[in-house]
């Protein structure tokens, strides 16, 4: 398997989010040509399909009821399994999954012409069904480990543009390709009683091309989940059905989680109401004929559209949790005012910000479950949102109509206008009511979250960066990944270029610091609180910053230093799970608000760094590896949040290369300080 490291030298120059760099980015933009490619052709496909059982049901009524029983034959896979899609995505490798779902999805696809009945492509269609289950998820849970955090919220937007964006492309297609199929039918016979081949073939041509994309993507998991995956049972069906539960247990106690998730399904119900009743209220309650519902698309989509392009733009400004449930209330009120619409016009014009509404909600909540939901739980989150979402929809496409049908037409006079409160605008109504209902709730959950949540990492904020004549920079790593050896081969070049250096570590560096060392890394010091322990780190800080560190600075020398404030975010903030808030605080407080100039993080993978460690680990070293995983982790993340700050260097070969590249890292701020040096007197 390819390491992070392989990944990261990207990293800490990577501009700002933006999605320039991000369509340019050569793992997602592999994946984002899968998903265009290969929803495009889900699209044709369906349409396809659907045209095919039509064709095959014979008559109006019987070609209706084929459709119908197609869907069924979709859906029904969710419901039966369901639950197990996301234990597959968490627990296999995603990479396979997707490959062989979009592969035999492929194969499926071209064999459809060929089937003798429609029993036939019901059962294909079920199967289909059942790989795209185990794709999505997997895909969705991809996400976070292809981008960085940064840019997860503009993944959503062009992962979801992409795949319904492409729904009325799909459609014109496969005009064309039926257009193209019956000339060829002339020729050719057996195509003359499928039109329908082509679309179909190109198809499954489309899951071949995302097969072969996705081969090519590098999805680095973080070593966490890595370490967990290597510990946990061989998957089977017991397991399987623990794992699920397990799934579902995590859902019902994460409050941010579950909030999202009811609040983004019952938007679905909101969007069911809209779709089922649509027809009706444009052919009867506003008399706009058989082109009304196409008209009320159309603003919809053209809505959602830009509501899952703005999300960028939003979330910069307002909160994303806040994002969530105002454009959740936003689009239920323009639903209200739709439904209340006298013509076709009026209608689509509130149908517009209803899409918007609609969108924003959409990508705020995948965006907001992606950020917090942990690699080893996200194929399952994904699962049962996609599940309860589609089974929502299903249920509020029948449920709606019915019930519009039976409150039947209600005209009311008063003075001399004529008010329609019929079924049809009831029902619309009702479905407002919902998705108003799901904003408060979503609200609530959130703002009990927030108050038990602390804030994340704002390092760059929170230390100024101060005004000093010399240079600090600090090295970071794991356990065993060479900072000792890099430190004094920087020192070395640094002196070479003719800058004073001064070289220390951490913990340690004084009198003060080397005696608290002894007595915090001493196995026989047994178990120590975690507060102490951080107390004890940020202590022999604050003397070292203040007895060597600042002094050597106002003096303009270049001091390198072994460790650092990061350290102790990654080992104390989150080896022990004390937070990043709270060791950031102390540790701004013991050293004055100091921060490097440079961190050079050493990335080797914590397995690898442990088993160059020496034989004789000290008390933290001697942590198990799930301990050490999480701080590997930590540094990537602080890495990715600070990219201005941190420099990651791919700490394995020999040390003379590792240096090279440290070198590179060195060269770039002591140019900057030489320019500000020399700048007043130019
Ligand atoms: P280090 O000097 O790298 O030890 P060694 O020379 O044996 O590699 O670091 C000492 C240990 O202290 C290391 O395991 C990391 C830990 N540590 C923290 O947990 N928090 C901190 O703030 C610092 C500076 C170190």
Same mark, same amino acid.
């Given at each position: 398997?390819?390491?992070?490291?392989?990944?990261?030298?990207?990293?800490?120059?990577?501009?700002?989010?933006?999605?320039?760099?991000?369509?340019?980015?050569?793992?997602?933009?592999?994946?984002?040509?899968?998903? #265009?490619? %290969?929803?495009?052709?889900?699209?044709?496909?369906?349409? @396809?399909?659907?045209?095919?059982?039509?064709?095959?049901?014979?008559?109006?009524?019987?070609?209706?009821?084929?459709?119908?029983?197609?869907?069924?034959?979709?859906?029904?896979?969710?419901?039966?399994?369901?639950?197990?899609?996301?234990?597959?995505?968490?627990?296999?490798?995603?990479?396979?999954?997707?490959?062989?779902?979009?592969? %035999?999805?492929?194969?499926?696809?071209?064999?459809?012409?060929?089937?003798?009945?429609?029993?036939?492509?019901?059962?294909?269609?079920?199967?289909?069904?059942?790989?795209?289950?185990?794709?999505?998820? @997997?895909?969705? /849970?991809?996400?976070?480990?292809?981008?960085?955090?940064?840019?997860?919220?503009?993944?959503?937007?062009?992962?979801?543009?992409?795949?319904?964006?492409?729904?009325?492309?799909?459609?014109?297609?496969?005009?064309?390709?039926?257009? +193209?199929?019956?000339?060829?039918?002339?020729?050719?016979?057996?195509?003359?009683?499928?039109?329908?081949?082509?679309?179909?073939?190109?198809?499954?041509?489309?899951? &071949?091309? %995302?097969?072969?994309?996705?081969?090519?993507?590098?999805?680095?998991?973080?070593?966490?989940?890595?370490?967990?995956? /290597?510990?946990?049972?061989?998957?089977?069906?017991?397991? /399987?059905?623990?794992? $699920?539960?397990?799934?579902?247990?995590?859902?019902?106690?994460? =409050?941010?989680?579950?909030?999202?998730?009811?609040?983004?399904?019952?938007?679905?119900?909101?969007?069911? $109401?809209?779709?089922?009743?649509?027809?009706?209220?444009?052919?009867?309650?506003?008399?706009?004929?058989?082109?009304?519902?196409?008209?009320?698309?159309?603003?919809?989509?053209?809505?959602?559209?830009?509501?899952? &392009?703005?999300?960028?733009?939003?979330?910069?400004?307002?909160?994303?949790?806040?994002?969530?449930?105002?454009?959740?209330?936003?689009?239920?009120?323009?639903?209200?005012?739709?439904?209340?619409?006298?013509?076709?016009?009026?209608?689509?014009?509130?149908?517009?910000?209803? &899409?918007?509404?609609?969108?924003?909600?959409?990508?705020?909540?995948?965006?907001?479950?992606?950020?917090?939901?942990?690699?080893?739980?996200?194929?399952?989150?994904?699962?049962?949102?996609?599940?309860?979402?589609?089974?929502?929809?299903?249920?509020? #496409?029948?449920?709606?109509?019915?019930?519009? /049908?039976?409150?039947?037409?209600?005209?009311?006079?008063?003075?001399?206008?004529?008010?329609?409160?019929?079924?049809?605008?009831?029902?619309?109504?009702?479905?407002?009511?919902?998705?108003?209902?799901?904003?408060?709730?979503?609200?609530?959950?959130?703002?009990?979250?927030?108050?038990?949540?602390?804030?994340?990492?704002?390092?760059?904020?929170?230390?100024?960066?101060?005004?000093? =004549?010399? *240079?600090?920079?600090?090295?970071?790593?794991?356990?065993? %990944?060479?900072?000792?050896?890099?430190?004094?081969?920087?020192?070395?070049? *640094?002196?070479?270029?003719?800058?004073?250096?001064?070289?220390?570590?951490?913990?340690?560096?004084?009198?003060?610091?080397?005696?608290?060392?002894?007595?915090?890394?001493?196995?026989?010091?047994?178990?120590?609180?975690?507060?102490?322990? $951080?107390?004890?780190?940020?202590? @022999?800080? $604050?003397?070292?910053?203040?007895? *060597?560190?600042? =002094?050597?600075?106002?003096?303009?020398?270049?001091?390198?230093?072994?460790?650092?404030?990061?350290?102790?975010?990654?080992?104390?903030?989150?080896?022990?799970?004390?937070?990043?808030?709270?060791?950031?605080?102390?540790?701004?407080?013991?050293?004055?608000?100091?921060?490097?100039?440079?961190?050079?993080?050493?990335?080797?993978? =914590?397995?690898?760094?442990?088993?160059?460690?020496?034989?004789?680990?000290?008390?933290?070293?001697?942590?198990?590896?799930?301990?050490?995983?999480? +701080?590997?982790?930590?540094?990537?993340?602080?890495?990715?949040?600070?990219?201005?700050?941190?420099?990651?260097?791919?700490?394995?070969?020999?040390?003379?290369?590792?240096?090279?590249?440290?070198?590179?890292?060195?060269?770039?701020?002591?140019?900057?300080?030489?320019?500000?040096?020399?700048?007043?007197?130019?």
């Amino acid at each position: 398997m390819a390491t992070a490291a392989e990944q990261i030298p990207e990293l800490p120059h990577s501009p700002p989010a933006g999605l320039r760099p991000l369509l340019t980015d050569p793992s997602f933009s592999r994946l984002w040509r899968a998903m #265009l490619v %290969s929803s495009l052709g889900d699209w044709v496909g369906f349409v @396809a399909v659907t045209a095919l059982v039509a064709r095959l049901g014979g008559g109006a009524a019987k070609g209706g009821l084929a459709v119908a029983a197609v869907m069924l034959a979709r859906l029904l896979p969710s419901v039966l399994f369901g639950p197990f899609a996301g234990v597959f995505a968490d627990r296999l490798d995603r990479r396979r999954v997707m490959i062989i779902a979009d592969i %035999s999805r492929g194969v499926l696809y071209a064999s459809m012409p060929f089937m003798p009945g429609l029993w036939a492509i019901f059962l294909l269609s079920f199967v289909i069904e059942c790989l795209s289950l185990l794709w999505t998820p @997997a895909k969705d /849970a991809s996400i976070p480990n292809l981008v960085p955090r940064r840019q997860l919220a503009n993944a959503n937007s062009i992962g979801l543009i992409t795949t319904y964006g492409t729904l009325p492309l799909g459609g014109a297609i496969y005009t064309l390709l039926a257009g +193209v199929a019956a000339a060829i039918g002339t020729r050719v016979a057996y195509f003359h009683h499928s039109p329908e081949f082509l679309a179909l073939w190109l198809d499954a041509a489309t899951f &071949g091309f %995302s097969a072969y994309m996705v081969w090519g993507l590098n999805l680095r998991r973080n070593a966490v989940s890595r370490v967990r995956a /290597a510990n946990v049972p061989k998957l089977n069906l017991r397991s /399987a059905f623990d794992e $699920a539960k397990e799934g579902y247990r995590f859902l019902r106690e994460q =409050p941010l989680v579950r909030a999202m998730t009811i609040g983004v399904v019952m938007a679905f119900a909101g969007v069911g $109401a809209v779709i089922s009743l649509g027809p009706i209220f444009a052919r009867y309650s506003v008399n706009a004929g058989s082109t009304g519902f196409g008209y009320l698309i159309i603003a919809f989509g053209l809505g959602m559209g830009a509501g899952m &392009g703005l999300m960028g733009f939003a979330s910069r400004r307002v909160e994303k949790e806040k994002l969530f449930y105002v454009s959740m209330l936003g689009a239920a009120g323009c639903l209200f005012l739709l439904a209340a619409m006298p013509s076709i016009a009026l209608a689509a014009l509130f149908t517009v910000p209803m &899409g918007v509404g609609v969108g924003l909600t959409w990508v705020t909540g995948y965006t907001m479950l992606q950020e917090n939901v942990a690699d080893e739980y996200r194929g399952r989150t994904f699962a049962t949102l996609t599940i309860s979402a589609r089974m929502t929809l299903f249920l509020a #496409l029948v449920a709606f109509p019915a019930m519009a /049908a039976v409150i039947g037409t209600h005209i009311v006079h008063v003075g001399g206008r004529t008010l329609d409160f019929s079924g049809t605008r009831d029902a619309m109504w009702l479905g407002g009511v919902v998705v108003v209902a799901a904003g408060f709730l979503s609200r609530a959950g959130l703002k009990r979250l927030r108050l038990a949540r602390p804030r994340p990492l704002a390092l760059v904020g929170r230390f100024h960066h101060e005004a000093r =004549p010399g *240079v600090f920079i600090t090295f970071e790593g794991v356990e065993g %990944s060479g900072k000792g050896t890099q430190v004094q081969m920087a020192a070395a070049y *640094v002196r070479s270029l003719g800058r004073d250096v001064v070289v220390t570590r951490e913990p340690g560096g004084t009198g003060f610091g080397d005696r608290l060392r002894d007595t915090i890394l001493n196995p026989a010091t047994g178990t120590v609180d975690p507060r102490a322990e $951080a107390l004890l780190f940020a202590a @022999a800080r $604050a003397q070292l910053v203040t007895a *060597v560190i600042r =002094p050597a600075l106002s003096e303009g020398k270049v001091v390198l230093c072994d460790r650092f404030v990061d350290s102790s975010l990654a080992y104390q903030g989150a080896g022990r799970g004390l937070g990043e808030q709270d060791v950031s605080a102390l540790n701004d407080w013991a050293t004055q608000g100091l921060l490097p100039d440079l961190v050079v993080l050493l990335h080797v993978e =914590p397995e690898e760094g442990l088993s160059r460690a020496g034989s004789d680990p000290d008390r933290i070293e001697s942590e198990d590896i799930s301990f050490h995983a999480r +701080v590997s982790d930590a540094y990537l993340h602080i890495a990715e949040e600070n990219p201005e700050r941190v420099s990651v260097v791919d700490g394995t070969g020999p040390p003379v290369e590792v240096h090279q590249r440290v070198q590179a890292a060195l060269l770039r701020v002591l140019r900057r300080d030489a320019e500000g040096r020399t700048e007043p007197t130019s």
